[in-house]
């Protein structure tokens, strides 16, 4: 049973990546058991005191499942999850697996007008949310969307206080069956593997994000070549550094690679050096992914701690671009190897290697990790560009899916006809073989790895009176690489301060990360040739006004 609003590989892809053994036939779900069986005493996850074994994270990933069943959910449903780093999320994540529920991922920055959005298009039967978190109410925010929906939706609460009207995460996690006897049950309805196992969010471009499905299998070969590249085995030591949501920690090669070759999982709540390097000094961590800004700042407190970092291999650093001088920075600073990466929600991974020169690794981006990756590079008009020009990187390939999730309008733009993807990135191979990222045409702000769609800060923007036409730009950020500007042309006799936007954007429960930090007033905008605003020269500007101001 496939979702509706999903747009599946052609017959003779699904045959091609099922004959190399790319794709394996199994739900993700499956694998959790085959690791129990393996290796059932070794510890899977650490959690600050608290270790978990295999064994006992299959087990308890089976309780919650059967649980999951018990309050009404069936394999082909979505449920919404906003959860911290914790044992108990990647529980909750392979519960999922085991009976074909689909989480859509979201971020703990995402407010109503993102979770209300993300409900409604993947009709999901529940939320799952910390009881608070960062003084946050989530509980209640959780609440009050599940009653807005108008249809039945749980509201499950990981904490200590969950109200009564709510289900406690943690009690559904409590073996209460024999584990043979259910691990057969539930293998007897395993889902189908060419099916949705989650929901991974686009950065996106439009006014509303987008969401990205990811089938079982195509998700599992993600991890798993991702691992290979990567070295992991049974002595790597994940450190779950960025939230777990995201890509990049959980499947690049992240999380689901380390359970998947046999290592263990370090989960910790912040990124700030000083949660981190104790975690790593405790726990002989041996990897972590890290975005620019997180570097940065671990570089700069690696200087001065007291905490030993030395079993640290290998750092990963990617989600935005680092210049080749900072690159050449981390590994000392560190102690350890720097592996940039290249990655995107939608598909294509591209990773240095651990033991490429550092010509590649502090001068590029990587290359793809699977020989089954199709890449093309194109100019404006879709023609390839000779090799080590610039251009539009389009692709293919086995965990490349070949739509958005329910959008096919903005699917008829994002693909080519023939199921490429644009990723909207400018990039060029360097002459040693792997990508150079060297822009985008893409309409985001990537704040230290975060993606912003342009058009969505516009639409909430375009809601005040005073505002008669607005366009929003990145600008040079000096810790997060980019910021949010926004640039308006008021209607006549109006005034407008950045304060007032701000104020806006927190009355409409727009996420933090995308509040604007620039506001600029402006008579006109600058036009293409087709009579769109010329974001480029209106950047130019704004940076040139900067410089006058300054
Ligand atoms: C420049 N731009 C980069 C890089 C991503 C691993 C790592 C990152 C992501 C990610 C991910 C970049 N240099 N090293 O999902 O699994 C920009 C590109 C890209 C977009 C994707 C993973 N690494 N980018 O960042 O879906 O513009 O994934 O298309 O959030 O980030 O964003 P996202």
């Not at 608290?50 to 979505?78: K, S």
Request: charged share 25%.
């Amino acid at each position: 049973m496939q979702r509706d609003g999903f747009t599946p590989w052609p017959a003779e892809f699904v045959e091609r990546y099922t004959s190399a053994g790319y794709w394996r036939g199994k739900p993700l779900g499956h694998w959790l058991w085959s690791w129990a069986d393996e290796r059932g005493e070794r510890v899977a996850i650490v959690d600050g005191e608290y270790a978990i074994t295999y064994q006992d994270l299959a087990e308890h990933a089976d309780a919650l499942a059967d649980n999951l069943l018990d309050l009404g959910l069936r394999e082909g449903d979505n449920i919404l999850v906003q959860l911290p780093n914790t044992w108990e999320f990647v529980a909750l994540f392979l519960a999922c697996q085991r009976i074909g529920v689909a989480p859509v991922l979201a971020l703990l920055a995402h407010r109503e007008h993102e979770l209300n959005y993300l409900a409604d298009l993947a009709h999901v039967r529940a939320i799952v949310v910390p009881d608070t978190w960062q003084r946050f109410d989530h509980q209640r925010l959780a609440g009050d969307l599940a009653e807005s929906l108008g249809r039945p939706c749980e509201v499950l609460v990981l904490g200590e206080h969950v109200d009564e009207s709510h289900v406690d995460l943690r009690t559904l996690l409590e073996r209460g069956q024999e584990p043979t006897r259910l691990r057969a049950r539930l293998d007897a309805q395993a889902p189908d593997p060419g099916e949705i196992a989650l929901f991974l969010l686009s950065g996106g471009t439009t006014g509303t994000p987008k969401i990205i499905s990811r089938t079982h299998q195509d998700y599992e070969y993600n991890a798993r070549q991702s691992g290979a590249v990567c070295g992991f085995d049974e002595s790597t030591v994940y450190l779950v550094t960025l939230p777990m949501g995201h890509n990049f920690p959980l499947g690049s090669p992240g999380i689901l690679a380390t359970l998947i070759h046999g290592g263990r999982v370090v989960m910790i709540r912040s990124p700030k050096p000083e949660v981190a390097f104790p975690a790593i000094e405790r726990e002989r961590a041996t990897v972590t992914s890290l975005v620019p800004a997180i570097a940065q700042r671990w570089v700069e407190a690696a200087a001065t701690t007291t905490h030993d970092l030395s079993s640290l291999d290998l750092v990963q650093v990617g989600g935005s671009v680092i210049d080749p001088a900072f690159a050449a920075r981390i590994g000392p600073a560190l102690g350890c190897t720097l592996q940039q990466v290249y990655g995107m929600a939608e598909g294509l991974l591209n990773y240095t290697r651990p033991h490429d020169p550092v010509s590649v690794t502090n001068h590029t981006q990587g290359r793809p990790i699977s020989e089954a990756d199709e890449i093309l590079i194109v100019d404006e008009d879709g023609r390839p560009v000779p090799f080590g020009g610039t251009g539009e990187l389009l692709t293919r390939g086995p965990y490349t899916p070949r739509g958005y999730f329910r959008a096919p309008d903005h699917n008829a733009r994002a693909y080519t006809p023939d199921g490429w993807y644009r990723t909207g990135d400018l990039v060029r191979w360097h002459r040693n073989g792997n990508f150079v990222v060297e822009g985008r045409v893409k309409d985001l702000i990537n704040r230290g790895g975060e993606k912003i769609s342009a058009p969505e800060v516009e639409a909430v923007v375009d809601l005040l009176p005073a505002v008669r036409r607005v366009s929003a730009i990145a600008l040079p950020d000096p810790e997060y690489g980019e910021l949010v500007c926004v640039c308006v042309v008021l209607h006549e006799d109006y005034s407008l301060t950045l304060d007032e936007v701000r104020a806006l954007f927190a009355a409409q429960g727009v996420a933090k990360f995308k509040h604007p930090q620039q506001l600029e007033i402006v008579t006109d905008f600058p036009l293409t040739a087709v009579g769109k605003v010329d974001k480029k020269a209106l950047r130019q500007d704004i940076l040139a006004r900067g410089e006058s101001r300054a």
